[in-house]
T-cell receptor
Framework: GAVVSQHPSWVICKSGTSVKIECRSL??????MFWYRQFPKQSLMLMAT?????????EQGVEKDKFLINHASLTLSTLTVTSAHPEDSSFYIC????????????FGDGTRLSIL | GQNIDQPTEMTATEGAIVQINCTYQ??????LFWYQQHAGEAPTFLSY????GLEEKGRFSSFLSRSKGYSYLLLKELQMKDSASYLC??????????FGSGTQLTVLP
């Protein structure tokens, strides 16, 4: 069964809206979660590393004021796309990994965001 | 940084064997993962190699040579449902994954 839950699966909203995406690890604690973005026919691009109890680490070129990440508990990280615009339309995917060495990252089902 | 190279597309016939190669350059190395991604879906974990050699898992096997920065994924007894994108992802020093552009495999009847 799924070990990482991501919600919502689909979001369609107007330009200027802020959208929050949740990522939960279901049966393990994840001090670190990862947020990716994928445009059609392109690879997954790491946006940021979400760290429980501290600030997220953003990849170069990702605006931290636009993509707000909150990792308030050991099982929940949220990504908020603030004032979304059509160019933010994409497939957003989170992942989490058990802290035991050599464990793979497990991905949520992704959120398809469409900004009109 | 990390640089990952894998073929963009491959085609094979149902029942055949296909090998998807991946070369990488990475600063810090904590193993290499292979994921499968069907269109419109999130990636699913296939295999992990941290030591040199071959790891076999049913119809799928993965090989790693750390000194050469090279890995391959071997798929046997191909089925139509194996048509997907296969992503090579080395794990960096902070255990983050960097994905290649993926190899789109098409399995023909």
């Amino acid at each position: 069964g799924a070990v990482v839950s991501q919600h919502p699966s689909w979001v369609i909203c107007k330009s200027g809206t802020s959208v929050k995406i949740e990522c939960r690890s279901l049966d393990f604690q994840a001090t670190t979660m990862f947020w990716y973005r994928q445009f059609p026919k392109q690879s997954l691009m790491l946006m940021a590393t979400s760290n429980e109890g501290s600030k997220a680490t953003y990849e170069q070129g990702v605006e931290k004021d636009k993509f707000l990440i909150n990792h308030a508990s050991l099982t929940l990280s949220t990504l908020t796309v603030t004032s979304a615009h059509p160019e933010d339309s994409s497939f957003y995917i989170c992942s989490a990994r058990r802290q035991i060495s050599n464990q793979p990252q497990h991905f949520g089902d992704g959120t398809r965001l469409s900004i009109l | 940084g990390q640089n990952i190279d894998q073929p963009t597309e491959m085609t094979a016939t149902e029942g055949a064997i296909v090998q998807i190669n991946c070369t990488y350059q990475t600063s810090g190395f904590n193993g290499l993962f292979w994921y499968q991604q069907h269109a419109g879906e999130a990636p699913t974990f296939l295999s992990y190699n941290v030591l040199d050699g071959l790891e076999e898992k049913g119809r799928f096997s993965s090989f790693l040579s750390r000194s050469k920065g090279y890995s391959y994924l071997l798929l046997k007894e191909l089925q139509m449902k194996d048509s997907a994108s296969y992503l090579c992802a080395p794990s960096g020093s902070a255990r983050q994954l960097t994905f290649g552009s993926g190899t789109q495999l098409t399995v023909l009847p």
